[in-house]
């Protein structure tokens, strides 16, 4: 009963915090591409593009975002000289894995974060509901 008391009280908690809160998409976006969000989508493109090994992926990605570090950037800012220069394998078509946007939309699995994928969960909570 304790739970189900506090669970109560945070539901009554987060919506009256969410009832009129307006996000700031600006922050979000930036909030969402600051670090190294796309550093296992870089690797996946190593080993799916590449065909290095994921050992190989992964080493690679860490040296990539080590650059990146060193060099005050995001991986998308990062030329394709500079990746090359860690493995020849790395051609132009990295940067299309490279935006939060195309990270989102890569997640197409059951409950993933691609935009459809969304639009489902949120269709079908509304129908259970109601």
Request: hydrophobic share 45%; aromatic share 4%.
């Amino acid at each position: 009963f304790e739970a189900a008391d506090a669970l109560s009280l945070m539901i009554s908690a987060m919506a009256g915090m969410i009832y009129d809160m307006k996000p700031d998409i600006d922050a979000m976006r930036r909030a969402a591409e600051s670090g190294f969000i796309t550093a296992t989508d870089l690797a996946d493109w190593l080993v799916r593009e590449a065909g290095l090994p994921f050992r190989e992926a992964h080493h690679a990605t860490g040296a990539i975002v080590a650059l990146a570090e060193k060099k005050g950037c995001g991986l998308a800012d990062l030329s394709l000289e500079d990746m090359q220069k860690i493995d020849s394998k790395i051609g132009r078509g990295v940067f299309s894995v490279l935006s939060a946007d195309s990270s989102v939309a890569s997640r197409v699995s059951e409950g993933g974060t691609a935009p459809d994928n969304v639009r489902h969960a949120i269709a079908a909570a509304r129908r259970n509901l109601k």
